[in-house]
């Protein structure tokens, strides 16, 4: 990647550093939904003790990581498998499964057509309510992907309906591979999670600790399933994926129990005041979900998401410009839910772009 090509996904900070000559350090990131609060303590004290670790090679089952996330999801450890983030276990799971086809829920984290890409299964999206699926034909041996909550939209489905087309496709020999990357964000993902039933057949459910527990950085996530499919998964997956830090960090972030409730206490009020403070500015259309994050639409405002960006960027903020998800238009944005001083900055930032003559004027150029 050269310093002016644009990434493809949020949270690029030497990227933004080189293109606007701006320390990596200075930047305030609303582009990467990344939990404000975290790393917990727990974790830090524990990569801290564990260091010495490094001289020796990760335990290949990452057996005691493995232990512990399990208690935390309740699941059974037979059930789950670690992989080095939530994107090793998506394309893991392509690659595995070699459906004949795959069907996405629409707009959605662009990974799951990556993955497929990837896997040379071929991709188309679908954009209505998942209940319709339940009433069309389904191709035999086929994927459904799904964000649960979706990845731009925040969006949660009925469990009940997922079950349903679980079993539609199940019995064509098909898989619903659900993605529960932002579930912990919910006060009680129990009620939506399908990770109860991880041991059905067709299902793959995969998730993310990055997220949640701020820890993109050293790259941990799962995959729920059966044995046998998570067998299959294990045989492509790189040998010693999970690092020993990455195991040492997970292990202690499932099991800080207090950090976990100060999060689901206080990141949805956060949401909810962040979203208010939008829609008053006037500019937006203000999608709220259930997760760490809010879609945009500017098109009230006259500007691009492009120019949002933009102008953001000139002032130190990293925004997500959505326009290339599958499904949005070229005004939609999604910002991350921070602490409630940086989102008041962030709320200050966009109505002083949104009082700048000097965009409207550059796109009257273009």
């Known amino acids: 990647m050269t310093a002016r090509e644009k990434p493809a996904h949020g949270g690029q900070r030497r990227w933004v550093a080189e293109t606007y000559g701006r320390d990596e350090r200075s930047w305030l990131d609303f582009s990467a939904n990344l939990n404000p609060l975290g790393p917990p303590k ?17 335990d290949l089952e990452a057996k005691a990581a493995t ?15 670690l992989t080095s983030g939530g994107m090793e276990a998506i394309y893991l799971a392509v690659r595995a499964l070699q459906p004949a086809a795959a069907l996405i829920a629409e707009p959605a984290f662009m990974g799951y057509r ?10 188309e999206g679908f954009t ?32 009940q309906v997922l079950m349903a087309l679980l079993e539609r496709l199940a019995a064509q020999g098909g ?17 939506y999670s399908l990770r109860h039933a991880a041991g059905r057949p067709g299902l793959l459910v995969t998730g993310s600790l990055t997220k949640f527990f701020t820890l993109p950085g050293l790259r941990v996530g799962y995959a729920l399933g059966p044995p046998p499919l998570l067998d299959a998964l294990r045989r492509l997956k790189t040998p010693w994926s999970v690092s020993t830090l990455a195991q040492i960090a997970a292990a202690a972030a499932v099991q800080d129990a207090e950090f976990i409730a100060a999060s689901r206490r206080l990141l949805p009020i956060a949401r909810l005041e962040l979203a208010t403070a939008l829609r008053k500015l006037g500019l937006f259309e203000v999608q709220e979900g259930q997760a760490n994050y809010l879609l945009l639409d500017a098109a009230p405002s ?5 120019q949002w960006a933009e102008g953001a960027a000139r002032r130190g903020i990293m925004l997500r410009d959505a326009s290339g998800f599958p499904g949005l238009t070229r005004y939609h944005l999604r910002v991350a839910v921070r602490r409630a001083d940086e989102n008041e900055r962030l709320v200050a930032v966009l109505r002083e ?4 003559r000097s965009l409207r004027q550059e796109d009257r150029e273009v």
């Open 42 to 58: 727990a974790v830090r004290a524990a990569l801290a003790a564990g260091l010495g670790q490094i001289v020796f090679y990760p």
């Open 67 to 81: 232990l512990a996330v399990a208690g935390y999801l309740k699941v059974a450890p037979d059930h789950i498998l």
């Open 114 to 123: 990556e993955a497929c890409a990837a896997a040379q299964v071929p991709a």
């Open 128 to 159: 209505g309510r998942l209940e319709e699926l339940l009433r069309r034909e389904l191709e035999p041996r086929q994927m459904v992907l799904v964000g649960q909550p979706g990845n731009p939209t925040g969006q949660l489905e009925d469990p």
């Open 175 to 191: 898989n619903l591979l659900l993605d529960e990357a932002f579930i912990d964000f919910l006060p009680e993902p129990e009620a």
């Open 302 to 306: 006259g500007l691009t998401a492009a």
């Open 353 to 356: 772009i949104g009082e700048d």
